[in-house]
Structure formats: structure tokens, C-alpha cells
């Protein structure tokens, strides 16, 4: 059985993004779950069960910029990724800065 994780680090201070709002969605826009991410900035089980298909994580980043004071120019960020293997573990990574961000396949 698959799961579905992530883990949101801010860049600029080096440290987790605690209580950043995650929502899961499917091809359709459909919601799947939502969470928030822990004080390490992790969600360590968003989904499992998983069944092949497109999929997109959206990040409420505008929120935990603005709970910290920081102006910011990703209001959101929306990852989108696709589901082969319903066997293995997929976890998502966002690397967050006010101004920048990066994902990657994490393991």
C-alpha cells in the first residue's frame, strides 16, 4: 500500500514551516484530505491507498507568510505529480522562501 507525505522547510530561516495548510486533490480538483504541517513541518501521512493518476498538492503559503509578518510573492503553491506505482512510498518536499521555492521526489 502507497502513502503520501511532505515536509515544508523555510529556506530563509533554516528551520521547519510549521502550520502551513496542505490540501490534497485529485485530477478533478476533487479534495482528497488536508492537514496541516507539524512543528518538524511535516505531514507524514497525508493519503495512502493512492490509485495511479495525477494528483496536486496545494500549500497555503500566503497564510503562514503573513502569520510570520513576511511580505511574500507565492500567495499558494501548487504541486503536481503523477502516481505509477501504487507499491511505493511518495513523498513531496517543498523548500519555501518569500520569494522562491523548490520541490523534488523525496524518499
Given at each position: 500500500?502507497?502513502?503520501?507525505?511532505?515536509h515544508v522547510l523555510d529556506a530563509v530561516?533554516?528551520?521547519?514551516?510549521?502550520?502551513?495548510?496542505?490540501?490534497?486533490?485529485?485530477?478533478?480538483?476533487?479534495?482528497?484530505?488536508?492537514?496541516?504541517?507539524?512543528?518538524?513541518?511535516?505531514?507524514?501521512?497525508?493519503?495512502?491507498?493512492?490509485?495511479?493518476?495525477?494528483?496536486?498538492?496545494?500549500?497555503?503559503?500566503?497564510?503562514?507568510?503573513?502569520?510570520?509578518?513576511?511580505?511574500?510573492?507565492?500567495?499558494?503553491?501548487?504541486?503536481?505529480?503523477?502516481?505509477?506505482?501504487?507499491?511505493?512510498?511518495?513523498?513531496?518536499?517543498?523548500?519555501?522562501?518569500?520569494?522562491?521555492?523548490?520541490?523534488?521526489?523525496?524518499?
Open positions: 500500500m502507497n502513502t503520501l507525505s511532505t530561516t533554516g528551520t521547519p514551516a510549521v502550520g502551513v495548510a496542505v490540501t490534497l486533490t485529485d485530477a478533478s480538483g476533487a479534495d482528497l484530505a488536508a492537514a496541516q504541517t507539524d512543528d518538524d513541518g511535516r505531514v507524514k501521512t497525508l493519503a495512502d491507498a493512492l490509485a495511479p493518476g495525477r494528483y496536486r498538492l496545494h500549500f497555503d503559503t500566503g497564510s503562514y507568510f503573513a502569520a510570520n509578518d513576511v511580505t511574500a510573492f507565492y500567495p499558494e503553491v501548487v504541486i503536481a505529480f503523477e502516481i505509477t506505482d501504487t507499491a511505493e512510498h511518495h513523498h513531496v518536499p517543498l523548500l519555501l522562501s518569500p520569494f522562491a521555492y523548490s520541490t523534488y521526489r523525496g524518499s
